[in-house]
Structures are given as structure tokens and as C-alpha cells.
T-cell receptor, first 111, second 112 residues
Framework: KQEVTQIPAALSVPEGENLVLNCSFT??????LQWFRQDHGKGLTSLLL?????REQTSGRLNASLDKSSGRSTLYIAASQPGDSATYLC??????????FGAGTRLTVKP | SAVISQKPSRDICQRGTSLTIQCQVD?????MFWYRQQPGQSLTLIAT?????????ESGFVIDKFPISRPNLTFSTLTVSNMSPEDSSIYLC?????????FGDGTRLSIL
């Protein structure tokens, strides 16, 4: 059974800092890995999708890496802003569309 | 990317009643997914809804409690039946068959 773990559970940083969120998974036979953002009480917004054959994806200030063999992914946020404050979730998908989520990292960026 | 609309966005219900949540997609999709997010926790898949067949439920979820309809390729409903306070959660539908997955804004359900 796939287990997805995100560390840290919560993170508070001053504005402008670069930061890294971590995601690990126990079953490396994944189809893809996706990072989401969830604002409080809202739905999920897809940030980055990495296919199993890829090593990283970039979108603006966000960069996600994937090391499938070691079961790890990182989300790097450059020059953090207060508007980045949210919960960040990683999720892995298997070929049968079975998607498993981590518990998330709650990020607070202080002005 | 698909645009997903969920109704209602939130509701407060009495114990023992049932509520049907609607999910509308702006394009035709084969698979739709229903998730539950209990307070302070991550998402758990309830079931996968394919058009023209019975929904497939995950361990711990049963059709009598969470009946699902999928009448066409753009619409699905999830009913939360005989509600109790433990059913207080955000319920989300999603589409994407992994490429990537897109979510509605969710339905925040509180049971008194």
C-alpha cells in the first residue's frame, strides 16, 4: 500500500526566503507525481505535474524534482511571498489512476 | 484544463438527513473521482465514477452511505446519506485521469 509523507508538516518563513518542501513515497512504481496548492477551505489547484520518466518541472518561481528510485520529490519555492501562504499537497498516481495524497505542508510566509 | 463546478459550496445539515452534491465539468471526461477531506487531514478517495457503469468504491466506503450517479460524461452526483457529525468534511470531485488532475472548489459540509 502506497504511503505518502510530507515534511515538514508546517513551515513559517519571512518573505523573500527560498524554501524546500519534501515529499516521500514508499512504492516507486508510480505513473506521475503532482504538487497542489490548497487555500484554507478551498479546493485544490494543480501546480506541477511530473511524469515518472521526468526529473523535474518548473513553473515561474516553482521547481519540482522527482527521484523515483529513492521515492522522493521536492518542491522548491524561490523568493517566497505572503501570497504563497497555503497548504501544499503532493500526490502520486499509479497506472490505475489510484491517487494517494500526503498530509500536506502548511506554509506561512510573513511580510 | 477542465473547469469543474461543485454545488453547493457549503451546507449545514441535521443529523440523519441526506445531501446530494453535484459536480459539473465543462468537457466530457471518462472518469470522475470523489474525495473526502476531514478536518485537518489530507484527501481520501471515496470512489471512482465511470459513465455507464457502477462506481468503484475504496475500502471503508460503501454505496449505501455514498451513492453516486454518473448519468453522462460531464456530470456526477455524490449523496451523503443518513449523516452524522463524523461526516463533517470537505467533499471534492476531480477529473483528469492523472494528466493532470483538476479539482472542484469542494463542498464544505457540517452536520449538527
Amino acid at each position: 500500500k502506497q504511503e505518502v509523507t510530507q515534511i515538514p508538516a508546517a513551515l513559517s518563513v519571512p518573505e523573500g526566503e527560498n524554501l524546500v518542501l519534501n515529499c516521500s513515497f514508499t512504492d516507486s512504481a508510480i505513473y506521475n507525481l503532482q504538487w497542489f496548492r490548497q487555500d484554507h477551505g478551498k479546493g485544490l489547484t494543480s501546480l506541477l505535474l511530473i511524469q515518472s520518466s521526468q526529473r523535474e518541472q518548473t513553473s515561474g518561481r516553482l521547481n519540482a524534482s522527482l527521484d523515483k528510485s529513492s521515492g522522493r520529490s521536492t518542491l522548491y519555492i524561490a523568493a517566497s511571498q505572503p501570497g504563497d501562504s497555503a497548504t501544499y499537497l503532493c500526490a502520486v498516481t499509479h497506472n490505475n489512476n489510484d491517487m494517494r495524497f500526503g498530509a500536506g505542508t502548511r506554509l506561512t510566509v510573513k511580510p | 484544463s477542465a473547469v469543474i463546478s461543485q454545488k453547493p459550496s457549503r451546507d449545514i445539515c441535521q443529523r440523519g438527513t441526506s445531501l446530494t452534491i453535484q459536480c459539473q465539468v465543462d468537457s466530457q471526461v471518462t472518469m470522475m473521482f470523489w474525495y473526502r477531506q476531514q478536518p485537518g487531514q489530507s484527501l481520501t478517495l471515496i470512489a471512482t465514477a465511470n459513465q455507464g457503469s457502477e462506481a468503484t468504491y475504496e475500502s471503508g466506503f460503501v454505496i449505501d452511505k455514498f451513492p453516486i450517479s454518473r448519468p453522462n460524461l460531464t456530470f456526477s452526483t455524490l449523496t451523503v446519506s443518513n449523516m452524522s457529525p463524523e461526516d463533517s468534511s470537505i467533499y471534492l470531485c476531480s477529473v483528469g485521469e492523472g494528466q493532470p488532475q483538476h479539482f472542484g472548489d469542494g463542498t464544505r459540509l457540517s452536520i449538527l
